[in-house]
Structures are given as C-alpha cells and as structure tokens.
C-alpha cells in the first residue's frame, strides 16, 4: 500500500508537540496518536493549520476523544474503526491565560472540575487511573465549592463549575454537554450554580442517569467565545491548566481529523 510508518516515542511531557511538527516538516502526511487526551492535546499544538490529518488510538486514562469518536477503549476495535474514517477540518478552542495560550479540542472546565485535576497526584492516577479522580473529588465535597463568574454572550453568570466543551463525553463513560459536536464551529457551555457541596454531589448523579441538564441551577449556551473574569482552576483536555482569569473562543477550521463519517 506504499505505507512508510516511523515510530517516534515521547520519553516525558511537553515533547509531543515538537515531535508531530518535525515530522510534519519533514514530510509525514498522517500523524497517529497511541495515547491519552493529554497526550493527544501535547500532539495537536504542533499541528494546528498544518492541514496533516490526526487519528487517535486509546492509550490514556479516560481516552474521551476516542469515546466520542465511536472508537472505544480497545486497541484493536478502535484502528478497525479508524480504518474506515476519513479526514474532517473541524475548529478547535483557544485558552489564553496571562501570557499564554493553549489550543485544545475537548473542553476547557474551570472551577470544581480542574480543582479535583489539581488534586489528582500523578503517582496516583498512574497506579488507579480514573479511581484517582473519584478520590480527589471525594475531598472537594468536604467544604464549600468556590464561586466564580463567566461572560457568556455577553450575560454574566455567576457558578461554581463550567464546562465549556466541543464533544459529549466526559470522563470517558459520562455525558454533560449533550448538545456538543466536533463538527460544530463553537462550544457547548453547561454551568453549575451553588456553593453547597451535597449540591453537586446531586449534580453528579443526575450526570450519570444524563438528566443534568434538566436539573435546577444549571444553564446551557451556545457560545464562540467565553470570558472567565475571576481567578479559578481551569483543566485543558484533562490537563491541569492554572488559576487565572481566561478568555476561551472557538478557532474555525484549525485542525484536519480523522472522523467516522457516521459521528454526528
């Protein structure tokens, strides 16, 4: 079939990027990603208008992208199901903080969520995997959830999390932005009100059965850009990101993806 496959190992964080945009360079026309959402968030700041399509296989904790997909968590079914897709620009979101910006193509959560992140040490998440995350939330929901405050459409809205989210999943097996799809140009915003903790304990629950959006104190939006105006945790793609005031907007056509025709 002409293929000339080159393995190129990443030996620690932060040399992915670099790794996809010397291949690039040099010639690569396809750059296949065996790893996690991280992983594949490091990959895609080097390819962002590079118009080289990216194709995920599950290798991480939660593998959201390749659940979103239709791919799954297992190896084999997942480069079956590969094989049959093909090559959709799709935009990707842009986090600017105080001095830097990271691109990324699942969600940016900031408050509740990138505060369990935070928590999460990476000895643990390496020996537990998606257990670590459930412990360090455990130890959010034993004082109140600190407040901030988003700019979205131009209504301010006070919360204690937000998601503002390109796909569905969350977590790997969970629902929050049902409405969220690759193939829209901006995001889904879901936002949770309340300090209380037993509130989002219920919060959760309801994520689970996918009724949340039905739920008293959370909001849907449709938006193309997001301000958050107060210091919080934020998490890119999973990936702690910091605790800083963002701005968070959608960059049309910045990235080339291998998609099943069939995702909608």
């Not at 895609?44 to 959201?64: H, I, K």
């Not at 459409?153 to 569905?168: E, P, T």
């Not at 309340?194 to 009724?211: I, S, T």
Request: charged fraction near 20%.
């Amino acid at each position: 079939m002409g293929l000339s496959p080159e393995l190129r190992p990443t030996s620690g964080p932060g040399q992915a990027g670099e790794l996809a945009r010397a291949a690039i360079t040099e010639g690569a026309d396809l750059i296949l990603v065996l790893g996690g959402d991280g992983t594949v968030n490091e990959v895609l700041q080097g390819m962002v208008f590079s118009g080289v399509p990216l194709a995920v296989l599950p290798g991480g904790t939660a593998n959201c992208l390749s659940m979103e997909l239709g791919f799954g968590a297992r190896i084999e079914k997942a480069a079956e199901r590969l094989g049959a897709s093909e090559p959709v620009t799709v935009a990707l979101g842009r986090v600017t903080g105080v001095g830097r910006s990271r691109y990324f193509l699942l969600m940016c959560g900031a408050g509740l969520d990138a505060a369990i992140v935070y928590e999460v040490r990476a000895g643990l998440k390496r020996a537990a995997g998606k257990l670590a995350y459930w412990v360090a939330g455990l130890a959010q929901f034993r004082r109140n959830v600190a407040g901030m405050q988003l700019l979205v459409g131009g209504k301010r809205i006070d919360c204690g999390f937000a998601l503002v989210s390109r796909i569905r999943n969350y977590g790997g097996d969970l629902e929050i932005a049902s409405g969220a799809s690759l193939r829209k140009p901006d995001f889904e915003v879901v936002t949770f009100n309340g300090a209380n903790p037993l509130r989002y304990a219920l919060y959760m629950l309801a994520v689970a059965v996918r009724q949340v959006q039905k739920m008293p104190g959370v909001q849907t939006h449709r938006a193309a850009v997001v301000e958050m105006l107060t210091q919080a945790h934020s998490q890119v793609d999973g990936e702690y990101f910091g605790r800083e005031p963002l701005k968070i907007e959608a960059v049309a056509d910045a990235l080339t993806l291998m998609m099943p025709p069939n995702y909608g």
